[in-house]
């Protein structure tokens, strides 16, 4: 347990968890193990390799239990991520809980129908598939 928090409460894996296609570097911010008041920047090309700047900040953490980022600048009108994670027998388990919402009105909505809500998908499966290879799969 205390090893996926600590591999998980570090902001520099992120860009071990996120895929290549994402163009995704941190800019600054993930010196240090996630606090409250935290603020990390990215910048991300997920798209036909246009850049986008993301401002994040850790407005929770609850050490080896949960932590939430929030946008503070960045491509949603509106982002909440929550991490849960929680030991289980024979393992730990993460849950995320993300609540997000595209600017641009109807545009946006149809941009989610389009492809958003599929490439939000892909990356937490990435995810799920990167740290079942450095923790092991749940048996």
Same mark, same amino acid.
């Given at each position: 347990?205390? %090893?996926?928090?600590? $591999?998980?409460?570090?902001?520099?894996?992120?860009?071990?968890?996120?895929?290549?296609?994402?163009?995704?570097?941190?800019?600054?911010?993930?010196?240090?193990?996630?606090?409250?008041?935290?603020?990390?920047?990215?910048?991300?090309?997920?798209?036909?390799?246009?850049? $986008?700047?993301?401002?994040?900040?850790?407005?929770? *953490?609850?050490?080896?239990?949960?932590?939430?980022?929030?946008?503070?600048?960045?491509?949603?009108?509106?982002?909440?991520? %929550?991490?849960?994670?929680?030991?289980?027998?024979?393992?730990?388990?993460?849950?995320?809980? *993300?609540?997000?919402?595209?600017?641009?009105?109807?545009?946006?909505?149809?941009?989610?129908?389009?492809? *958003?809500?599929?490439? *939000?998908?892909?990356?937490?499966?990435?995810?799920?598939?990167?740290?079942?290879?450095? $923790?092991? %799969?749940?048996?």
């Amino acid at each position: 347990m205390e %090893k996926a928090w600590d $591999f998980l409460s570090d902001p520099k894996n992120l860009k071990t968890i996120t895929p290549d296609y994402m163009g995704f570097d941190i800019l600054s911010g993930a010196d240090r193990k996630m606090f409250p008041g935290q603020i990390i920047q990215y910048i991300l090309t997920p798209i036909l390799g246009i850049p $986008f700047r993301w401002v994040t900040e850790i407005t929770h *953490v609850e050490k080896g239990h949960y932590f939430v980022d929030e946008q503070r600048f960045g491509p949603y009108t509106f982002w909440h991520h %929550k991490h849960f994670i929680k030991e289980i027998p024979n393992g730990v388990q993460m849950t995320d809980i *993300v609540d997000y919402k595209l600017p641009l009105g109807f545009l946006g909505r149809f941009a989610h129908w389009l492809f *958003v809500k599929k490439k *939000v998908k892909s990356i937490f499966d990435y995810r799920e598939q990167k740290l079942e290879s450095i $923790f092991g %799969k749940y048996k």
